[in-house]
């Protein structure tokens, strides 16, 4: 079946560092693929979305390429801040307005 | 902005009992979800709802739940007898039928917890 698969944290960074955090996905057809962050004690949030191959989402200083030769959506900041401290799910969805897959999620931890 | 709100936002109840989430969906929305977060696991899909009946459910969506948009503003998620592996924490999520966006809202869960 369809899945999600990213890499695990917990990702300890210091400010202004280079963050990539991989997503892979199995699935049949042609997906969407989002990113959603989560914030200490919040819900989900859309960071970016990619609905068809190539498609470059971008959002807050992160992006991630839709690549369906390697089914990857890898997501990546140049320079992140404390505030960027959080949990990232790399998500699918092969039906409009279906259900969202994610994958376990990585927590990403900066510090100053 | 608009939001998507859940009430309550810490629920603790015994095993056995029914709980009710609620949740109060984007207005103008008309594709709703609930979702499950285990504490250290994925975040899982439970249902779908469009246009007042279930679109899709998970394995984990047997008997013992339920949903229901009782007066068009909210929408609930009802386990009729919990059990001890209940306890996670559950999302709210709305979409609206625009066809580029297709962006589901999340609300800032219910955190559930059988004793």
């Known amino acids: 079946g369809d899945s999600v698969t990213q890499m695990e944290g917990p990702v300890t960074l210091s400010e202004e560092a280079f963050l990539t955090i991989n997503c892979t996905y199995t699935?049949?057809?042609?997906?969407?693929l989002f990113w959603y962050v989560q914030y200490p004690g919040e819900g989900l949030q859309l960071l970016l979305k990619?609905?068809?191959?190539?498609d470059k989402g971008s959002n807050k200083g992160f992006e991630a390429t839709y690549r369906k030769e390697t089914t990857s959506f890898h997501l990546e900041k140049g320079s992140v801040q404390v505030s960027d401290s959080a949990v990232y799910f790399c998500a699918l969805q092969t039906d409009s307005w279906g259900k969202l897959q994610f994958g376990a999620g990585t927590q990403v931890v900066v510090t100053p | 902005e608009p939001e998507v709100t859940q009430t309550p936002s810490h629920q603790v109840t015994q095993m056995g009992q029914e709980v009710i989430l609620r949740c109060v969906p984007i207005s103008n929305h008309l594709y709703f979800y609930w979702y499950r977060q285990i504490l250290g696991q994925k975040v899982e899909f439970l249902v779908s709802f469009y246009n007042n009946e279930i679109s899709e459910k998970s394995e984990i969506f047997d008997d013992q739940f339920s949903v229901e948009r009782p007066d068009g503003s909210n929408f609930t998620l009802k386990i009729r007898s919990t059990k001890l592996e209940d306890s996670a924490m559950y999302f709210c999520?709305?979409?609206?039928?625009?066809?580029?966006?297709?962006?589901?809202?999340f609300g800032p869960g219910t955190r559930l917890t059988v004793l």
């Open positions: 990619a609905t068809k191959a190539d």
């Open positions: 999520a709305s979409s609206d039928r625009d066809r580029v966006r297709k962006e589901q809202f």
């Open positions: 699935a049949t057809g042609y997906p969407s």
